[in-house]
């Protein structure tokens, strides 16, 4: 048996899930500002990310798409983007992508078996990926999110 217990704590997210200007307990759809802004889980399933992503392009209006993904969700982040392309009613080159890795540091918290010994917290890393999703002939670094 170890001697101590490990508990994981959520990495802070890359971006606010809420934007400062929204009522947090408000529906998900009432929300204006961030909605095109999407982080990936393994929890949620490769349909509902694609149904998401095209209402969004093509029901809302937004050209650009921001998707994060951290560690083991990065590989099903790739495989949204390939998949996308194919939902949208533009050609391949009507697509952008621009791809940016990084690391984030995630804390674990240590518990001791021992109740009288103090709780520690250790750091580690972790892969990140952000990935900007442009349609309809904008490019991929511009900061307009929404068609004029």
Do not use: W
Not at 46 to 65: F, M, N, P, Q, T
Not at 119 to 126: D, G, H, L, Q, V
């Amino acid at each position: 048996m170890s001697p101590f217990t490990r508990i994981k704590l959520k990495p802070q997210r890359p971006v606010p899930t809420v934007h400062p200007a929204s009522n947090v307990t408000g529906p998900r759809s009432s929300h204006k500002e961030g909605k095109n802004v999407i982080c990936v889980t393994r929890s949620t399933k490769l349909g509902a990310y694609l149904r998401r992503c095209k209402s969004l392009i093509l029901d809302d209006g937004y050209s650009v798409l921001h998707l994060y993904a951290l560690g083991a969700a990065i590989p099903h982040l790739l495989l949204l983007v390939t998949s996308l392309p194919e939902c949208l009613p533009y050609g391949p080159q009507d697509i952008r992508n621009e791809i940016i890795t990084g690391t984030t540091t995630c804390v674990d918290e240590i518990h001791p078996q021992n109740e009288e010994e103090d709780i520690e917290t250790k750091a580690r890393n972790k892969s990140s990926v952000k990935i900007i999703v442009s349609s309809g002939g904008h490019n991929a670094g511009t900061e307009s999110s929404k068609k004029a």
